[in-house]
């Protein structure tokens, strides 16, 4: 696997992926502090200390993995738009799920555009030429916006399970080809 330290830029149609910078900061706080963003991921708004914490842990797992997140902006307009990427979280839920898990959030400006769809297969794209067979992704059953945008990438859901102490369907991807 190519060892990556920080993201590579990936463009769509309508969209720039991009590795995070602190200059990012004040974007993700926002984002992470919104409570109907968090609704369906741990249900809890993060504080600006827990979303400085994330914006760091994403550069790590470029640095230290060779995948990552990449933050979200419109091609037109440069607006933050929310981010897509990979991570090992070393989730303690049976069945495992093997990295990388393939996870998003938009802004709520963004929803409803197909946006997240967009992203979401760029950056498997980019997976796939790196020779990744297979990508997990985990989603609460609630989120039905979420679970549209893993099936119209190829997710199929695999088994349910239980996630600190809340329901959470489990689901892969496995590369075309």
């Known amino acids: 696997m190519d060892e990556f330290k920080s993201a590579p830029p990936l463009d769509t149609a309508r969209l720039a992926l991009r590795a995070h910078?602190?200059?990012?900061?004040?974007?993700?706080a926002a984002l992470w502090g919104n409570a109907d963003v968090v609704r369906y991921i741990g249900g809890v708004p993060s504080t600006p200390e827990a979303t400085w914490a994330r914006l760091l842990r994403y550069a790590g797992h470029w640095t230290l993995l060779g995948f990552g997140y990449w933050a979200i902006r419109d091609r037109a307009t440069n607006a933050f738009l929310g981010e897509v990427g990979f991570a090992d979280h070393h989730r303690d839920v049976t069945p495992a799920l093997d990295p990388p898990e393939c996870g998003w959030v938009l802004a709520p400006a963004a929803h409803g555009r197909g946006l997240a769809t967009e992203a979401v297969r760029a950056i498997l794209e980019w997976g796939d030429?790196?020779?990744?067979?297979r990508t997990t992704a985990m989603i609460d059953p609630g989120n039905?916006?979420?679970l549209?945008?893993?099936?119209?990438?190829?997710?199929?859901r695999f088994a349910t399970a239980t996630y600190l102490g809340e329901s959470?369907?489990?689901f892969a991807r496995h590369a075309r080809g």
């Open 21 to 28: 910078t602190v200059d990012d900061y004040a974007d993700c």
């Open 129 to 133: 030429a790196r020779g990744w067979r």
């Open 144 to 146: 039905t916006s979420s």
């Open 148 to 156: 549209r945008v893993a099936e119209k990438c190829g997710f199929e």
């Open 168 to 170: 959470t369907l489990l």
